[in-house]
């Protein structure tokens, strides 16, 4: 990655002819000696990038190409002059610098590369104070010695790990120019882990070759981990301490820099273990410990509590959320990252059990003492939504009478089109006329639907519906099946609580304003605030797309509803900024909320709706979209 001093320089060299010296000077009004230095370091980057940096005495200095493929791709990649002029620039900049550096650097030396003013450096680096802090990580000055980063080696792994995948173009960068290449790692590692029966999920492959990258990195700058930051109870499996091993044995043998203690094959355990999707040595025999069964135990008790839904009695799903709790419970001590492709699609598809999952996951967020992300909670969320297609299969299925005028034609192409629409909910389907209803026996059928009124009493309630039925129908005779009745949304949201005036400049002061506003309007008792905050402190609560769906630890009010803030500008939240609050309050009275799960991510997650609810700060705007929707999907419900 060039900076502004070598960028110049680069500017003023050729391909096609040598630049004297004097000319360089004279472009960048530097002196010889600088700019000497300067082309010393700019000749090892182009060296590393498919060309020569070619001095001829009497002439000057040539860039001869070499590869031009590699140098295209590195020249495309760089930026123009005066990248580094924003602050979010020189602070991307400066954390690279301090991440890739293992001695301290100066405060005068970046404010040489960036052309900036020592203030103006000191201001970019409270930024990474902050950011730093997020991994328990310091910056530390030190007069007459400059600027190092320092704190747990194993959390400095993890920072410097995520910050280079944030950068994209430029962490690729980074890694080529950095780092062991990749095909080592896959030779040495990757497929022993295949071999030894590893299965890593596809998209998790680059993530671990990245961190195993670091870590040579590291080593070879003598950084090491020490046993005491590896001292959890954190269930390794022997036979993954027994592969790392393997694997840091062709790590050495490639490279003798790659030195690896006790510490650091436990941590290359850590790595393979808490990516790994499951092992085919042991898939089916594990021995549940007393830890993860409490877990789990704890996280279906806390969706019985909030949602009134009770997953105990499902086998499958408890053996599978054991089963996952072994990576996770590693993921979570050591605060790794593990991404979730499908994230987006769980939110959208299954809004239900992404909200019972989130709800699950404050047990481990507690107990692991550490915010459990989106990711996570997405993958709890297809555990759970797994079980609830199981329970759809197994459902008590209806028999039901069709009563139809027409002529038998027709009265076989209504029930066609009655079992194609609600096929999951029916077991046996008669069709008859008016006047056969009365001889035939209805002691089996639970419902009857008649496209003509019937004048007569029969034990059977009886639902008249058209022929030719449209969707809203269709929707009431889906619910009515699922023997759940059609209840709108609307009635969470309430004109009262819908606030445009809100302001503040941190989540902490905008939800403080919020709940002092509920309270004047709501019947809500006195710890409703601390739930509320206690909830933002172990869990992510911004959903995207300038949404933030805060709300109380526990049920703790005696009604359902939903407070919306539409903020004058957007705020941090947690990882995203947040415009519009929705802020739930569930009812300790027991309550499905299946509808209001359903309904409410379609709006969230709208693009233009959310833009149009900030530009008009409207209740109208919000109720008339959210009847539009609950119109729409009533067919899907």
């Keep these: 990655m060039l900076d502004n001093r070598l960028r110049t320089i680069l500017d003023c060299l050729s391909e096609n002819e040598f630049v004297s010296m004097d000319t360089i000077c004279k472009r960048t009004q530097r002196s010889e000696k600088t700019i000497r230095k300067q082309l ?22 040539q860039i001869v190409v070499q590869d031009a493929q590699v140098y295209s791709q590195f020249r495309a990649e760089e930026k123009p002059l005066g990248y580094y002029d924003t602050s979010e620039e020189r602070t991307r900049y400066i954390l690279s610098v301090l991440l890739l550096q293992n001695e301290f650097i100066k405060i005068e030396d970046l404010c040489e590369k960036l052309f900036a003013s020592r203030k103006t450096i000191s201001n970019d680096l409270r930024h990474i104070d902050d ?72 998209s998790e492959v680059l993530n671990i070759i990245l961190q195993i990258q670091i870590a040579l990195y590291r080593l070879q700058h003598n950084h090491r981990i020490a046993l005491s930051e590896l001292d959890y109870d954190s269930g390794l499996k022997e036979a993954d301490i027994d592969t790392a091993s393997i694997c840091a044995k062709y790590l050495q043998e490639s490279n003798a820099d790659y030195v690896f203690d006790i510490p650091e094959i436990k941590y290359l355990a850590v790595l393979i273990s808490g990516k790994k999707r499951g092992s085919a040595s042991y898939p089916d025999n594990i021995v549940i410990d007393m830890e993860i069964n409490q877990l789990v135990n704890d996280m279906l008790a806390s969706v019985l509590k909030t949602f009134s839904v009770d997953l105990y009695e499902d086998f499958e799903l408890q053996t599978l959320l054991r089963k996952h709790m072994f990576a996770l ?10 991404k979730n492709p499908m994230l987006k699609e769980i939110k959208e598809t299954y809004s239900f059990p992404y909200a019972m999952a989130a709800q699950a996951c404050t047990v481990l967020a507690e107990y692991f003492h550490t915010i459990v992300s989106e990711d996570e909670i997405g993958y709890v969320a297809m555990c759970i939504a797994l079980a609830f297609e199981r329970k ?30 609600f096929s999951d909910y029916l077991n046996r389907v008669e069709v008859c006329d008016v006047h056969s209803l009365l001889e035939k026996d209805l ?16 034990p059977v309630p009886i639902y008249q519906v058209q022929y030719f039925f449209d969707s809203h129908s269709a929707g009431r005779v889906k619910k009515l099946l699922k023997n759940m009745p059609a209840q709108s949304v609307l009635r969470y949201f309430r004109e009262e609580l819908f606030f445009t005036d809100i302001a503040g400049t941190t989540k902490e002061d905008v939800l403080h304003q919020i709940c002092v506003r509920i309270a004047e309007k709501a019947d809500v008792p006195d710890c409703f605030e601390e739930y509320v905050m206690h909830r933002e402190q172990i869990m992510q609560t911004d959903f995207g797309n300038c949404v933030a769906i805060p709300h109380p630890y526990a049920p703790i009010t005696q009604q359902t509803f939903v407070s919306v803030s ?37 709006f969230m997650l709208d693009e233009e709706f959310v833009q149009t609810l900030i530009r008009e700060k409207s209740y109208e705007v919000l109720i008339s979209v959210i009847k539009k929707i609950e119109s729409d999907n009533e067919w899907r419900t």
């Design 40 to 61: 010393t370091e700019l000749g090892g980057i182009l060296g590393k990038n498919g060309a020569e940096l070619v001095r001829k005495y009497g002439k000057g200095y």
């Design 131 to 202: 950011y730093l802090k997020g991994y328990d990580l310091v910056l530390d000055r030190k007069p007459y010695h400059g600027l190092l980063i320092c704190g747990s080696e194993l959390r400095f792994r993890q920072c410097m790990g995520e910050y280079i995948l944030s950068l994209r173009q430029q962490g690729d960068h980074i890694r080529t120019q950095y780092f062991a290449g990749e095909e080592i790692i896959d030779r040495c590692v990757i497929e022993k882990l295949n071999q030894y029966g590893y299965m890593l999920y596809e």
């Design 329 to 338: 419970r590693i993921r979570l001590q050591y605060h790794m990252q593990f």
């Design 392 to 421: 759809k299969r197994t459902t008590s299925r209806r028999n039901i009478v069709l009563v139809c005028e027409s002529g038998t034609g027709s009265a076989k192409l209504f029930q066609y089109r009655f079992e194609e629409a």
């Design 443 to 458: 002691k089996e059928v639970d419902y009857i639907f008649s496209t003509v009124p019937i004048e007569f009493n029969v």
């Design 566 to 602: 539409v903020l004058d500008k957007p705020i941090h939240w947690f990882t995203h900024d947040v415009q519009v609050v929705f802020l739930l309050s569930i009812s300790v009275n027991k309550e499905n909320l299946e509808d209001f799960y359903n309904v409410s991510p379609i």
